[in-house]
């Protein structure tokens, strides 16, 4: 008898601690396991990133005639006459014929749509041109020569780098950020007491790195001679940001 009640104490007590076991585990406190291991022959990998800032050196402008009038013929006559005045007056600044780009010649028939028969009114033209500018002391002339011979649309500025010391720029950053990766390699692999051994793989991201445009500018602002004071046109800097990440043997 003795014998049975001890067997009946020990079924109960395993049954008993499955029962509280299931509960704490449904509804009990969750149990955070969260463990980094770095066994050898895996590729240990860090990055590192490199900045470096620069100045632009190519301005861009849009520059363009628009006219309208009573005929075609007219409004064309208008706007070939202003286009001419207005490309000589860059060449003259020193301007090259090869930086001056015609980007769209539009024509556009105006209506009146007041009547119940739409009547054909005139016509407007629309001429614009991209002038790409190498030196930048003659950023501010271009606007008011351009202006002064006529042209009445003025568009954004974009700055732009040059290819040769873009690609100087970026091969710098590039080295930084490898410098970067591979102090920090041997830092943390000093502090872990890992041994590193050969680099395995090398992977690079380059950021965007855009020149935030001018916007648009007034015509009016270089219309000289008659007291409006001359455009004040800086570049600023540009950013030129790369990441790599390097995977080493580990020892």
């Known amino acids: 008898m003795v014998e049975k009640i001890k067997r009946c104490d020990v079924g109960g007590g395993v049954i ?13 406190p969750a149990i955070n396991f969260n463990t980094v291991t770095q066994s050898t022959g895996q590729p240990f990998v860090v990055s590192g990133e490199g900045k470096v800032f620069v100045t632009p050196d190519i301005a861009k402008i849009t520059i363009g005639v628009e006219e309208q009038g009573a005929t075609l013929k007219q409004v064309q006559g208008v706007v070939n006459t202003k286009s001419k005045a207005l490309t000589d007056s860059l060449k003259k600044i020193g301007i090259d014929e090869k930086d ?38 003659k950023v501010n002339d271009t606007i008011i020569s351009a202006t002064n011979a006529g042209a009445n649309v003025i568009g954004g500025i974009n700055f732009e780098v040059n290819d040769k010391t873009l690609k100087e720029k970026t091969d710098e950053a590039r080295k930084l950020a490898v410098e970067e990766a591979k102090e920090k390699a041997e830092g943390l692999a000093k502090s872990a007491g890992m041994s590193l051994g050969k680099i395995i793989n090398i992977s690079e991201n380059q950021m ?7 916007y648009a500018i007034d015509a009016s602002i270089g219309s000289a001679g008659k007291g409006v004071p001359a455009p004040d046109i800086q570049p600023g800097q540009t950013e030129i940001n790369i990441t790599v990440s390097i995977s080493y043997q580990v020892k």
């Open 208 to 214: 965007g790195n855009e020149i935030r445009p001018m």
């Open 16 to 28: 008993i601690f499955f029962i509280l076991l299931f509960c704490f585990a449904k509804w009990g």
């Open 100 to 137: 001056i780009k015609t980007t769209s010649y539009s024509v556009y028939p105006q209506y009146d749509y007041s009547t119940p028969t739409q009547k054909l009114t005139g016509f407007q033209i629309s001429t614009n041109y991209e002038v790409t500018i190498k030196n930048f002391d």
